[in-house]
């Protein structure tokens, strides 16, 4: 099975941030990862899927880079709403497995 | 718009099967690609996988849970079934269903979720 490593566990930003989560895979799958929002008491919600496309309705601010083994979600300047925990999935091969998750805080 | 419904018991006792139907629309189980997930989340936990069908009846299962999960599609209805054995108050979790892409098992959207607790 495909594990998936996500860090750091949790931080705190201040509003305006650039904040990076790194994702890593057990074994290369290629660019088949996607990135959800589970914000406090809600449904998760797709971001990114394959690794870098933004899905619709999204704000630019959110962008996934990498490829192989490891990945990397970016906010470029941190919003009060952007308070969530995030999590990466593997859809390379079943299982598909997500990363434990990073709790993102405001400062 | 796609919209996906889990219903089932809030309360199970241990060693009792668990059975979860997920009810969606805006999609059709039997176009080519398409798929429903189930994922679930003990409480403060992070997400895990369970299960996937796709369109054409093909499944793919967590291995660790393997022996105790099944999932039927039933087309005509637009409902997906996830049963789920010898519950144990481990199992207790979210569970959610959700739209698997045709061009990727991601998931998209995902139904709001039916909180399982398994206690005697």
């Known amino acids: 099975d495909i594990q998936m490593t996500q860090s750091p566990s949790s931080l705190s930003a201040s509003v305006g941030d650039r904040v990076t989560i790194t994702c890593r895979a057990s074994?290369?799958?290629?660019?088949?990862l996607a990135w959800y929002q589970q914000k406090p008491g809600k449904v998760p919600e797709l971001l990114i899927y394959?690794?870098?496309a933004l899905q619709s309705g999204v704000p630019s601010r959110f962008r996934g880079s990498g490829s192989g083994t490891d990945f990397i979600l970016t906010i470029s300047s941190l919003q009060p709403e952007d308070v969530a925990t995030y999590y990466c999935?593997?859809?390379?091969?079943?299982?598909?497995?997500f990363g434990q998750g990073t709790k993102l805080e405001i400062k | 718009q796609i919209t996906l419904k889990v219903s089932g018991p809030t309360l199970v006792k241990p060693t009792q099967t668990l059975t979860l139907t997920c009810t969606f629309s805006?999609?059709?189980?039997?176009?080519?690609?398409?798929?429903v997930g189930w994922i679930r989340q003990p409480p403060g936990k992070a997400l895990e996988w369970l299960a996937l069908?796709?369109?054409?009846?093909?499944?793919r299962y967590s291995p660790s849970l393997k022996t105790r999960l099944t999932i039927t599609k039933d087309t005509s209805k637009n409902q997906v079934v996830l049963t789920m054995t010898n519950l144990d108050p481990v199992d207790t979790a979210t569970y959610y269903c959700?739209?698997?892409?045709?061009?990727?098992?991601?998931?998209?959207?995902w139904g709001q979720g039916i909180l399982v607790t398994v206690s005697s």
């Open positions: 999935q593997n859809y390379y091969s079943a299982p598909y497995t």
């Open positions: 074994q290369g799958i290629s660019d088949n």
């Open positions: 959700a739209h698997r892409e045709p061009a990727g098992s991601w998931f998209d959207p």
């Open positions: 394959a690794a870098s």
């Open positions: 069908i796709f369109w054409d009846d093909n499944k």
């Open positions: 805006g999609f059709s189980l039997s176009s080519t690609g398409m798929g």
